[in-house]
Nanobody
Framework: QVQLVESGGGLVQAGGSLRLSCLASGRTFSAWTMGWFRQAPGKEREFVAA????????NYADSVKGRFTISRDNGVNTVYLQANNLKPEDTAVYYCAADPDGRFYLGPPRSSADEYDFWGQGTQVTVSS
């Protein structure tokens, strides 16, 4: 059974920063592609960032490129999302997700939510203007 637990959300002013963390259970965490998605009220869930099993393969939504950084520490089964220069439009519930089959995909880490098999409960990020 895979469990993902997010933390680090909160209320921040525009221009501020937050670091989200996602702790995963499972002995094969290091082999999984991991992703972050977000969902704002009244909107569909959207891709934010993903990282392959090696730190050098990443993928970002255009809306967060240059502001957000995804990273992972396989020694502690954790994936991070460093969010800088936050904007009010970044306000959403942020979800961590695991794509165990992503390691078989020859390309950047996948961005479709349908490819991710396991999800956390989400953490709220609110950016005030």
């Amino acid at each position: 059974q895979v469990q993902l637990v997010e933390s680090g959300g909160g209320l921040v002013q525009a221009g501020g920063s937050l670091r989200l963390s996602c702790l995963a259970s499972g002995r094969t965490f290091s082999a999984w592609t991991m992703g972050w998605f977000r969902q704002a009220p009244g909107k569909e869930r959207e891709f934010v960032a993903a990282i392959g099993r090696d730190d050098d393969t990443t993928n970002y939504a255009d809306s967060v490129k240059g502001r957000f950084t995804i990273s992972r520490d396989n020694g502690v089964n954790t994936v991070y999302l460093q969010a800088n220069n936050l904007k009010p439009e970044d306000t959403a519930v942020y979800y961590c997700a695991a794509d165990p089959d992503g390691r078989f995909y020859l390309g950047p880490p996948r961005s479709s939510a349908d490819e991710y098999d396991f999800w956390g409960q989400g953490t709220q990020v609110t950016v005030s203007s």
